[in-house]
């Protein structure tokens, strides 16, 4: 099954839209790689039932080495029936970009992955290939730099949404999504309005994001819309079920999706 087929399928089950991302600061956990995947698998085996998806930022496991990757291929095999999406921000030159998408998804056994748009649609088109497999296309992110470059004018139009309307024309095989930071509702709403492909919406927790306002502005009825992504505010949590019950609730009361 495709992965936004697979994404729609267990939101309808869970009655979920939530993604825990797994993220974790050697700062904040000790016994390096092990430690991380300790304490990652913990988190997964006690929200499972309450995501849709897992979202490991590789820069995370990147840091611990060989290990890292190594523990990363085993917290997958933790949870075989929830998707995992890299949080990688890959963009390079095609040639690199097929490597790069066939380390996420053939290595890695990866079931999406976040793209950089900087460099065209040549360089998308290596993951968007991968038909199976969801790519979601750096958009307006959440951070406070965003407006640095994604709000620049061009043609009378911010770049973020040329994004878009670049990551629509790549969406032959249904595959192709957004990440619209939560912090910036406003923007959510007006990149909705432009095209109806699925949004990953990170930004909530830690971050500060309005879930509220993002998801409501995210939501289309499609269990693929609005899938959004929180990571230090569950896997710190004292109770990360807990934290992750609470937030699919909040969730789910904006978008009317009961239980």
């Known amino acids: 099954m495709a992965y936004f087929d697979r994404l729609r399928t267990l939101s309808r089950e869970r009655h979920t839209l939530l993604c825990v991302g797994l993220d974790p600061d050697p700062d904040r956990i000790e016994g390096g790689a092990a430690g991380a ?21 590789s820069a ?9 990757w190594a523990a990363l291929l085993e917290l997958r095999d933790e949870a ?26 053939g290595t890695l056994a990866m079931d999406a992955a976040t793209v950089s748009p900087y460099l065209g649609s040549d360089s998308l088109r290596e993951f968007t290939r991968y038909e199976e497999r969801g790519v979601y296309v750096l958009c307006r992110t959440s951070n406070p730099g965003a407006r640095d470059v994604q709000h620049l004018e061009s043609g009378g139009k911010p770049v973020f949404e040329h994004v878009a309307v670049l990551a629509e024309g790549l969406n032959g095989a249904g595959n192709v999504g957004l990440v619209v930071g939560a912090t910036a509702p406003a923007e959510v709403a007006a990149i909705r309005h432009l095209t ?20 409501r502005a995210a939501w ?12 230090r505010s569950v896997i710190y949590a004292s ?3 807990r934290e992750a019950e609470a937030l699919k609730a909040q969730i ?8």
């Open 60 to 68: 995370f496991w990147e840091q611990y080495g060989p290990d890292g």
């Open 196 to 215: 109806a492909l699925p949004f990953l919406l990170p930004g909530v927790g830690a971050q500060g994001g309005d879930v509220e306002s993002a998801v």
């Open 220 to 231: 289309n009825g499609d269990p693929a819309s609005c899938l959004v992504a929180a990571s």
């Open 239 to 241: 109770k990360p079920a």
């Open 252 to 259: 789910n009361l904006a978008t009317g999706v009961r239980a």
């Open 37 to 57: 995947l300790r304490h990652c698998r913990d988190v997964v085996r006690q929200t499972e039932e309450h995501v849709c998806c897992f979202k490991p930022n």
């Open 80 to 105: 075989p029936d929830t998707p995992f999406l890299l949080d990688a921000k890959r963009g390079d030159m095609d040639n690199t970009m097929r490597a790069y998408a066939r380390a996420v998804f």
